[in-house]
């Protein structure tokens, strides 16, 4: 819950190695799919918070961004990879931990009343 944990550090070299990857390869897709891990080791801790502690995250922020996400990907008008990959992680992602936020809540909530 804030500092610099281990994963944070492996989540910046992710990042860097994309874009010296994209960099390099003048291949701007590389960068994208590091840009994808690094942000999906990022959010492991959070998937793993959110389901030892769901009311530490709202579930309707999380839930807006996985909305967000399948607008995007329903305005794709090319169904490439490149162009896909981010909107559909994102709903992924997103929507994984609102799931999980509202499945512990409900599952207390029921436990004790």
Do not use: H
Request: with cysteine; glycine share 8%.
């Amino acid at each position: 819950m804030g500092g610099w944990a281990k994963s944070d550090i492996v989540c910046m070299g992710l990042a860097v190695i994309g874009i010296v990857v994209w960099q390099v390869t003048k291949n701007p897709v590389y960068g994208l799919y590091f840009g994808i891990l690094a942000d999906f080791m990022g959010m492991l801790p959070t998937i793993l918070k959110t389901y030892r502690y769901p009311e530490t995250e709202m579930w309707q922020f999380f839930g807006i961004d996985a909305l967000a996400g399948t607008f995007n990907f329903l305005a794709l008008s090319s169904f490439a990879p490149a162009t896909f990959s981010y909107p559909l992680y994102l709903v992924f992602i997103n929507g994984v931990i609102a799931i999980l936020a509202i499945r512990k809540k409900t599952d207390r909530y029921l436990r004790y009343n």
